[in-house]
């Protein structure tokens, strides 16, 4: 029984077709993630960049400034990153039905706990937006509320990645007890921590982008900051966080179950490293330059970074798939024999009640070989006992040499455990039509 515990679930599907080919499901996941991602990105990183901003402001309040306007853009890319989140959930579901359930009701409360998470840190950032006058007498308090907003926005993603994480591994399913047990597969933090240096990577870019635009009164706003000093440290802070991920980068390659990976996967991480190099070059010429060569090749810094993201979202998705088409296979072989059995009965049972007897020997015997051996003998491979192919090859001229076992089974195979006696389950007849069926299933 024990044994029985730790072999993976293969839960039945259910049986309807996708209601769009899959190829289009599969790219409407990953460019919808992409987009709904970045924004979660711009929330995240924006967030951490006020708060930093603020504390320094304390003592320069250019930096107080500098905060307020970074703050103002949070709000609107929390909308967007859950707006955008809609697309990427439905079509996860869509394609990942059992395994995304699967993986939602392991980690129960803690993934519905995200609705009032986002709905509390969404009037966080909304309170700090709104009280930077009122509160300006008073920082610390104002610094507080952000800096919640910060935790629920660290924490949201956890959850995220300990769902998406741990629908990958039905072999751990048996396993897992609550949220913190998920949390703590060996791969959750690598990801989570790539994630979170790719959100500063890509809030740096953003405020590069925000404080250089033609219609954007920097100088207006600020007394001593200049658009050049606030670039270089938007530059800075998206150099460094890329570097970093080349160190992150490898151990979540590292951490990751070996199951899922090959080299379509390895290739395209690979390319989309190797192309992100020319922009940490540019980035670092235009920091190391001089000022009126900030802006010089932004654009190619930009178009890089992108198709660098491009590429590891695909990853991440071919990543999946290695993982999870093998047991996808298994599920849609049993829910096809679900559906044939179902079949049966519902023929069965829609003939006149005298007729029952009538049923096959071998419809008989595969009912009885369901209700008592198909929890550790299936026909092609090895569950608890060995396979109903390996009882043909023994037994194919000694049916009473196969009815004798089931009777009172010996010990014969090394790490197998015994085999429980049928003696008093099953009579003659059954056993008859049990071994007929297993002697002569194709
Ligand atoms: C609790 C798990 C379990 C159940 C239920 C079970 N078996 Fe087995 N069976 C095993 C194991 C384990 C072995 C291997 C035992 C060994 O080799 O020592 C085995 C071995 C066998 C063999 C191989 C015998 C041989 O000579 O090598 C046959 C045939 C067999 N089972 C038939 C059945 C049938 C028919 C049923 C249902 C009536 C059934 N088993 C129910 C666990 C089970």
Same mark, same amino acid.
């Given at each position: 029984m024990l044994l029985l515990q730790t072999s993976i679930p293969v839960p039945k599907d259910i049986p309807l077709p996708f209601p769009a080919p899959e190829w289009f499901l599969v790219t409407i996941l990953i460019i919808s993630f992409l987009v709904h991602i970045v924004f979660v990105n711009l929330m995240l990183g924006g967030s951490l960049l006020t708060l930093w901003c603020q504390i320094k &402001?304390?003592? +320069?309040?250019?930096?107080?400034?500098?905060?307020?306007?970074?703050?103002?853009?949070? =709000?609107?890319?929390?909308?967007?990153a859950v707006v955008m989140g809609i697309a990427p959930l439905l079509t996860i579901n869509t394609l990942y039905t059992?395994?995304?359930y699967t993986a939602n009701s392991l980690t129960g409360l803690m993934w519905i706990a995200i609705i009032p998470l986002v709905t509390v840190a969404f009037l966080l950032t909304y309170l700090h937006k709104y009280t930077w006058n009122t509160f300006s007498n008073n920082k610390p308090i104002h610094i507080l509320i952000i800096a919640f907003a910060c935790i629920i926005f660290m924490i949201i993603p956890l959850v995220f990645f300990t769902n998406?994480?741990?629908?990958?591994?039905p072999e751990k399913w048996g396993t897992i007890k609550g949220f913190? @047990?998920?949390l703590l597969l060996p791969n959750v933090f690598p990801r989570y921590l790539h994630f979170i240096f790719a959100s500063l990577a890509v809030t740096g870019l953003f405020l590069f982008w925000y404080v250089g635009r033609k219609n954007y009164d920097f100088e207006s706003i600020f007394?001593?900051?200049?658009?050049?000093?606030?670039?270089?440290?938007?530059? @800075?802070?998206?150099?460094?966080? @890329?570097?970093?991920?080349?160190?992150?980068?490898?151990?979540?390659?590292? =951490?990751l179950p070996s199951k899922g990976l090959g080299w379509n996967l390895i290739l395209v991480i690979f390319t989309g490293a190797i192309i992100s190099l020319p922009a940490i070059f540019y980035m670092y010429k235009a920091i190391v330059g001089k000022p009126e060569n900030i802006n010089k090749n932004f654009k190619i810094v930009v178009i890089c970074l992108t198709i660098t993201v491009v590429f590891m979202g695909s990853g991440r998705h071919i990543y999946r798939a290695n993982t999870l088409n093998p047991h996808i296979k298994m599920i849609s072989e049993k829910t096809q024999s679900f559906i044939k059995e179902s079949e049966i009965a519902r023929q069965e049972s829609a003939k006149p009640q005298t007729a029952v007897s009538d049923k096959t020997d071998s419809n008989k015997g595969l009912e009885?070989?369901?209700? +008592?051996?198909?929890?550790?003998?299936?026909?092609?491979?090895?569950?608890v006992g060995p396979p109903i192919?390996?009882?043909? =090859?023994?037994? @194919?001229? +000694? !049916?009473? &040499?196969?009815?004798?076992?089931?009777?009172?089974?010996?010990?014969?195979?090394? &790490?197998?455990?015994?085999? !429980?006696a049928f003696a008093n389950k099953l009579s003659d007849s059954e056993l008859n039509q049990l071994s007929n069926y297993i002697l002569t299933i194709k």
């Amino acid at each position: 029984m024990l044994l029985l515990q730790t072999s993976i679930p293969v839960p039945k599907d259910i049986p309807l077709p996708f209601p769009a080919p899959e190829w289009f499901l599969v790219t409407i996941l990953i460019i919808s993630f992409l987009v709904h991602i970045v924004f979660v990105n711009l929330m995240l990183g924006g967030s951490l960049l006020t708060l930093w901003c603020q504390i320094k &402001g304390i003592k +320069n309040k250019e930096y107080d400034t500098l905060a307020h306007e970074i703050a103002k853009t949070i =709000t609107v890319n929390k909308s967007l990153a859950v707006v955008m989140g809609i697309a990427p959930l439905l079509t996860i579901n869509t394609l990942y039905t059992v395994f995304f359930y699967t993986a939602n009701s392991l980690t129960g409360l803690m993934w519905i706990a995200i609705i009032p998470l986002v709905t509390v840190a969404f009037l966080l950032t909304y309170l700090h937006k709104y009280t930077w006058n009122t509160f300006s007498n008073n920082k610390p308090i104002h610094i507080l509320i952000i800096a919640f907003a910060c935790i629920i926005f660290m924490i949201i993603p956890l959850v995220f990645f300990t769902n998406v994480n741990l629908m990958l591994f039905p072999e751990k399913w048996g396993t897992i007890k609550g949220f913190m @047990s998920a949390l703590l597969l060996p791969n959750v933090f690598p990801r989570y921590l790539h994630f979170i240096f790719a959100s500063l990577a890509v809030t740096g870019l953003f405020l590069f982008w925000y404080v250089g635009r033609k219609n954007y009164d920097f100088e207006s706003i600020f007394n001593q900051l200049t658009r050049y000093e606030v670039k270089k440290k938007a530059y @800075s802070l998206v150099l460094a966080a @890329s570097v970093s991920q080349f160190i992150i980068g490898p151990i979540v390659l590292l =951490t990751l179950p070996s199951k899922g990976l090959g080299w379509n996967l390895i290739l395209v991480i690979f390319t989309g490293a190797i192309i992100s190099l020319p922009a940490i070059f540019y980035m670092y010429k235009a920091i190391v330059g001089k000022p009126e060569n900030i802006n010089k090749n932004f654009k190619i810094v930009v178009i890089c970074l992108t198709i660098t993201v491009v590429f590891m979202g695909s990853g991440r998705h071919i990543y999946r798939a290695n993982t999870l088409n093998p047991h996808i296979k298994m599920i849609s072989e049993k829910t096809q024999s679900f559906i044939k059995e179902s079949e049966i009965a519902r023929q069965e049972s829609a003939k006149p009640q005298t007729a029952v007897s009538d049923k096959t020997d071998s419809n008989k015997g595969l009912e009885i070989f369901e209700q +008592n051996c198909a929890a550790c003998h299936a026909k092609d491979e090895k569950v608890v006992g060995p396979p109903i192919r390996e009882m043909q =090859t023994i037994y @194919s001229n +000694n !049916p009473s &040499g196969l009815k004798a076992w089931i009777k009172a089974p010996g010990k014969k195979r090394e &790490g197998y455990p015994q085999m !429980p006696a049928f003696a008093n389950k099953l009579s003659d007849s059954e056993l008859n039509q049990l071994s007929n069926y297993i002697l002569t299933i194709k």
